[in-house]
């Protein structure tokens, strides 16, 4: 009912930019102009991983430092940094529930894909999941949302049963790097009947702080014979 209620407001109440309020000429906008043009890219997606894969011991004098150190994920992309704008918008995708904001999401992630071009392939696309109980609560899974689009734009394979949250884990937002960590060690399953071997796979998040969550499904999808595992994020922390 919440949700619907949103998107009434939406056909009633002239277009406003989500971030400051200011109304938008553009019918169906999320931001105006301004606060558009100030969106802050992710230039350095890829460090940390290539040095990883380099050998070289990764110093970032973050909390992050012990997860990026023993990572098992081949390689990350995230598009915006998680602050000002692009924040807003997360809050508002998560929190009060417009989820066409997740389109906006998932066209940013295709433009970028079709742009740079970073995977020779991917087999299967899979959602970081939520557990039944949080997902039940908030009526639905914003990376699935994000992921269902990119993959039907690519005709990839996507699956939202293979990958399984096993524990209703507490929300990684007031932890440090290494309750994060512990918090979802086998916390995440593989369906039994799946076949992974030699694929290469790609998982889909909103945000990626310590990497703890992808790196500890990563672990569960190679223990099953995924080749390569790439992680896709709208923005990183």
Not at 22 to 31: A, F, H, M, R, W
Not at 57 to 74: C, E, M, Y
Not at 118 to 131: A, G
């Given at each position: 009912m919440k949700t619907i209620f949103n998107h009434l407001i939406d056909l009633i109440v002239p277009n406003s930019c989500f971030s400051c309020s200011?109304?938008?000429?553009?019918?169906?906008?999320?931001?105006c102009e301004e606060c558009s043009t100030g969106l802050e890219k992710y230039t350095l997606s890829d460090r940390f991983f290539e040095a990883k894969k380099r050998g070289i011991?990764?110093?970032?004098?973050?909390?992050?430092?012990?997860?990026?150190?023993?990572?098992?994920?081949?390689s990350c992309y995230s598009v915006f940094n998680y602050k000002d704008q692009i924040r807003d918008l997360i809050h508002y995708m998560k929190y009060r529930e417009y989820t066409r904001i997740s389109g906006f999401f998932a066209d940013s992630l295709?433009?970028?894909?079709?742009?740079?071009?970073?995977?020779?392939?991917?087999?299967?696309?899979?959602?970081?999941?939520?557990?039944?109980?949080?997902?039940?609560?908030r009526g639905f899974n914003q990376s699935e949302l994000i992921a269902a689009k990119i993959s039907k734009h690519f005709s990839w394979n996507y699956a939202t049963d293979v990958v399984r949250r096993n524990r209703n884990t507490k929300s990684q937002y007031s932890l440090d790097s290494m309750r994060r960590h512990n918090n979802v060690?086998?916390?995440?399953?593989?369906?039994?009947?799946?076949?992974?071997?030699?694929?290469?796979?790609?998982?889909v998040d909103d945000i990626l702080t310590t990497g703890a969550t992808v790196n500890a499904i990563t672990e569960v999808l190679k223990n099953k014979g995924a080749s390569r595992v790439h992680v896709l994020t709208v923005a990183r922390a």
């Open positions: 200011s109304k938008i000429s553009q019918n169906g906008g999320l931001l011991r990764v110093s970032t004098g973050k909390p992050a430092q012990h997860v990026l150190q023993n990572l098992l994920i081949d295709i433009h970028f894909l079709e742009k740079d071009r970073p995977y020779q392939r991917i087999d299967w696309v899979f959602p970081v999941p939520l557990h039944q109980v949080r997902k039940r609560d060690q086998r916390a995440f399953s593989v369906d039994k009947n799946s076949n992974l071997a030699d694929l290469d796979v790609l998982i």
